[in-house]
């Protein structure tokens, strides 16, 4: 596997790993999924990062699961960039959310690729 994606991963799993915790813990999270009109999708969210970030990590010794969790943080980033879009956020909020788009379909390229290539 490619160098550069695997920091990729490595770096997509520690920040959906803390932010998934981050949903589930701090009062802050809390208040920003009422900001973004979906409080009941809080702990779901959470879990679903906590899950993938997981994912990610046992891609290292399993690439199928790095597969699959990239292309579901992939999508949830998607929906991210639709909310913060709906609701008017700043830039640096819609930023935020277009960078994690991009790490997770890179890691899904290269994996995508690996398994192409073994076929």
């Known amino acids: ?68 969790a990239s292309l579901g943080l992939s999508l949830m980033m998607l929906v991210a960039l639709g909310v913060r879009l709906r609701i008017r956020d700043p830039f640096a909020g819609f930023l935020q959310a277009f960078v994690c788009f991009l790490l997770n379909l890179f890691v899904f390229q290269g994996y995508l690729a690996q398994f192409l290539d073994q076929r």
């Open 1 to 68: 596997m490619n160098n550069l994606v695997e920091a990729a991963q490595g770096i997509s799993a520690a920040g959906f790993l803390g932010y998934g915790v981050g949903c589930l813990t701090t009062q802050k999270m809390r208040r920003e999924f009422v900001r973004y009109g979906m409080p009941r999708l809080r702990q779901l969210t959470g879990a679903l990062q906590i899950a993938a970030g997981c994912g990610l990590l046992l891609g290292y010794a399993y690439p199928l699961c790095a597969l699959a």
